[in-house]
Structures are given as structure tokens and as C-alpha cells.
């Protein structure tokens, strides 16, 4: 397994998941850039991703949707806030219906990914920041924390090819 912490902490609003990896921070950077690698590896195994659209700059949006085991869909935006390739990504995240429209319900959460190297490893930290503490604990109790762990666990294996 490639997680190595994952830590919640509630006074900041914050879930912040970390990885290594042993390849490069470019290749690394890949996954988040190209599409159909990140369609490989965001979303639990058992709900895989597909990305309709992705627009990855500053100010671009990506619209997805994961489809679960009995077919049903979860579907999902970012908008892309910030981009320092290859070594940071910010983006708004949040639910979408059925036809990509953001669903205000459960607002928006902002990620920031960090890629360092280390000795020729990459660290890639994913830190989530919650609107409110009932945002966090509603995304934690859905599945959040688990989900991120066991998507980020699939990057070995794509990175290995």
C-alpha cells in the first residue's frame, strides 16, 4: 500500500492524505494530467472514474462520474484553481447531478496536491478542506477517507507499466 498517513484534523477542516511513490515527480504528475490515467486510479476500485470533460488549467473544469458496482453513478466537478506543474494542483471539488450541474446540498470542498521529491521518490500529499465541520464529518462518514486510501493504492500499479 502507497498511503502512508492519513490525518483529519477537525479544528482545521482539514483531511490530508499522504502517499509515496517510487517513481519521479514527473511521472507522477502524469496521473493528474492525463485523463484516462487518472480515470485509472480516482475513485474506490469498486467505483471507478470516467472523466467526460477536462479542461486542466487554471480557471478549466472537469466533469466525472463514478459508476458503482450495480451501475449506478456518482457524478462530480472540479474546477481548476491553481496549476504549478509538477509540483502542485488546487481545485474546487464537488457533487454534480445527472447532467454535471453542481448540487449545492453538500457545497464544495477545495484539494491541494503537493508532489515532493524525496531521493528520488515522490510524496504526494492530497489535503481536502471542508466549508464546515458538518461538510467533514458527512464526507467522512460517506466514505471519503477510505475511498481516497484505496484510489491512491491504485496508482502503483500504473505507474509500474
Known sequence: MTVTSSIKTPEALTLAITAEFTAGVERVWQTWEDPRQLERWWGPPTWPATFETYDFQPGGKAAYYMTGPDGSKGHGWWKFTAIAAPARLELDDGFADDNGEPV????????????????????MTITTTFESTEQMEKMVAMGMEEGMREAMGQIDAILAE
Open 104 to 123: 449545492a446540498d453538500i457545497g464544495t470542498a477545495h484539494m491541494a496536491v503537493s508532489l515532493a521529491d524525496v531521493d528520488g521518490r515522490t510524496l
